[in-house]
C-alpha cells in the first residue's frame, strides 16, 4: 500500500454503475482495515466523467480506462496516480424462465439477436463495442427499430425484467445480482468483449495521498477475491 491513510474526513469517489457493488464492499474492507471511510457514489459512467469533467470535489475516479485517459488529456485526474484495477467481459441476459438463445457461437449470437423483439445495451463501453459489432455484421439497419438503450444509470437488466427488452447486454457485474433475469453467458470468444476499469486521483481532491493509498489498495492482490466474487477479474 502507497503509504498509511490519514485517518479524518472520508475518502471520496465516483464510479459507473458497473463497479458500485465491488467498491461498496471493498471499501468496507478497507475502512475496518485502515478506520479511513470511502464513501462511493456510482452513477452512469456518462454522468460519472462529465461530473469529474466539470470539476466536482472527488477524491478517486473509478471508470473505463478509456474514460480515464479522456480525463487525463483534460487534465481532471493526477495522470501519474491510476491503476487498471480489474477486467470485466460483457454478458447476456433474457427474462427469468425464458427461452435461452444459442449464443456458443458468433454466428449463432447473430441469429438469435436478428430473432429478437427488442435487444437492449448500456451507453457505456459495451454499448459502444455492440454497435460496431452490429455494423461489422451488416444487421445494424435492420435491428435498428429494435434497440433499446438503458438511459445512463438504469441497468439494462432492469427493463429485461420489466419485458421492455428481450434479449440485453451488459457488463456481467451489473446483470449478476438483478432479480427477474437470467444470464445466459458471456459473448463468444471470438468476439469476447473485455472492458478494463481503472482508478485515478482527481486532480480536485484535496488529500491526494489518502485517495492513492486507497487505490493502490483496490490494485493489490488482496482485492482479487471480492473482483472474482462480483463477476470480474484482477487487472
Known amino acids: 500500500m502507497a503509504g498509511e491513510p490519514t485517518v479524518g474526513r472520508p475518502t471520496t469517489g465516483i464510479s459507473s454503475m458497473a463497479t458500485r457493488n465491488l467498491l461498496a464492499e471493498l471499501a468496507e474492507r478497507y475502512a475496518r482495515q485502515t478506520g479511513q471511510r470511502v464513501l462511493i457514489e456510482s452513477v452512469g459512467g456518462v454522468d460519472a466523467a462529465r461530473r469529474v469533467t466539470d470539476g466536482e470535489s472527488f477524491d478517486v475516479v473509478v471508470l473505463a480506462s478509456d474514460a480515464i485517459e479522456r480525463l487525463g488529456a483534460a487534465g481532471r485526474i493526477v495522470v501519474s496516480i491510476r491503476a487498471d484495477i480489474a477486467r470485466s467481459p460483457v454478458a447476456i441476459a433474457v427474462a427469468a424462465g425464458a427461452a435461452r438463445p444459442d449464443i456458443a457461437s458468433e454466428a449463432a449470437l447473430r441469429q438469435a439477436i436478428l430473432g429478437a423483439r427488442s435487444v ?3 451507453t457505456g463501453p459495451s454499448g459502444a463495442h455492440l454497435a460496431r459489432l452490429f455494423e461489422r455484421w451488416g444487421i445494424a439497419a435492420t435491428i435498428a427499430p429494435r434497440i433499446v438503450k438503458a438511459p445512463p444509470g438504469v441497468p439494462v437488466g432492469s427493463l429485461i425484467a420489466s419485458g421492455d427488452v428481450e434479449l440485453g447486454f451488459q457488463q456481467f457485474s451489473e446483470l449478476m445480482h438483478l432479480p427477474g433475469i437470467d444470464v445466459v453467458g458471456t459473448l463468444p470468444a471470438e ?12 486532480a480536485a481532491s484535496t488529500q491526494p495521498h489518502d485517495a492513492q493509498a486507497f487505490i493502490s489498495y483496490l490494485a493489490s492482490a488482496e482485492a482479487s477475491s471480492a473482483k472474482r466474487a462480483q463477476g470480474m477479474e484482477p487487472a
Open 120 to 122: 437492449g445495451y448500456s
Open 191 to 202: 468476439i469476447e468483449i473485455v472492458t478494463v476499469f481503472s482508478a485515478a486521483v482527481c
